[in-house]
């Protein structure tokens, strides 16, 4: 089992940075593959960021790409998404996630366990 929180969501203008964080307690954190997804109002959950187990891998939806650079710290149990240039498309809440394979995917449906998310809300 993995409890995941996420926090340092908020309000930031256009054209902002945002750090957002997900502390990880539970199981072996290193041996996971770690995402970050986000739902928008009215709209399903996607994919954003991903890295595997060792960090080595990592990969971005087209939307943010160049933009967004997700990292993990497995001293401190956490991964974290550091977001900039944001735009008010990327108004959303974020989620992250973690899959007990530790590959990297974009597949909702792979990942094991889900935090509660956190608000991020880019005014233009």
């Known amino acids: 089992q993995v409890q995941l929180v996420e926090s340092g969501g908020g309000l930031v203008q256009a054209g902002a940075s945002l750090r957002v964080s997900c502390a990880a307690s539970?199981?072996?954190?290193?041996?996971?593959?770690m995402g970050w997804f986000r739902q928008a109002p009215g709209k399903e959950r996607v994919f954003v960021a991903a890295i595997n187990w060792s960090g080595r891998y990592v990969s971005y939806a087209d939307s943010v790409k160049g933009r967004f650079t997700i990292s993990r710290d497995d001293n401190s149990n956490t991964v974290y998404l550091q977001m900039n240039s944001l735009k008010p498309e990327d108004t959303a809440v974020y989620y992250c996630?973690?899959?007990?394979?530790?590959?990297?995917?974009?597949?909702?449906?792979?990942?094991?366990?889900w935090g509660q998310g956190t608000q991020v809300t880019v005014s233009s």
């Open positions: 996630a973690a899959d007990r394979s530790g590959d990297v995917t974009t597949r909702f449906n792979d990942y094991d366990y």
């Open positions: 539970g199981d072996t954190f290193s041996n996971y593959a």
